[in-house]
């Protein structure tokens, strides 16, 4: 894709913009306050273990 339009991703900052998003994200004290009750309902269910294996149990 970068033959067609003769730039990188590089080229246009969406590795600063990315970053810079996701330190927005992961420092603001609002989505953390937001997300500690799904993240409690997830471990109750059994957290990522639980979760990989019922996809496991739909692939097979």
Same mark, same amino acid.
């Given at each position: 894709?970068?033959?067609?339009?003769?730039? @990188? /991703?590089?080229? /246009?900052?969406?590795?600063? *913009?990315? +970053? $810079?998003?996701?330190? =927005?994200? &992961?420092?603001?004290?609002? /989505? $953390? +306050? +937001? @997300? *500690?009750?799904? #993240?409690? =309902?997830? +471990?109750?269910?059994?957290?990522?273990? #639980?979760?990989? =294996?019922?996809?496991?149990?739909?692939? &097979?």
């Amino acid at each position: 894709m970068e033959e067609e339009i003769g730039a @990188s /991703v590089a080229d /246009v900052g969406l590795p600063e *913009a990315l +970053r $810079a998003a996701l330190d =927005d994200l &992961v420092t603001d004290p609002e /989505v $953390a +306050r +937001r @997300s *500690a009750q799904p #993240r409690a =309902d997830a +471990r109750s269910e059994g957290g990522t273990r #639980r979760a990989a =294996d019922l996809i496991e149990n739909m692939l &097979v």
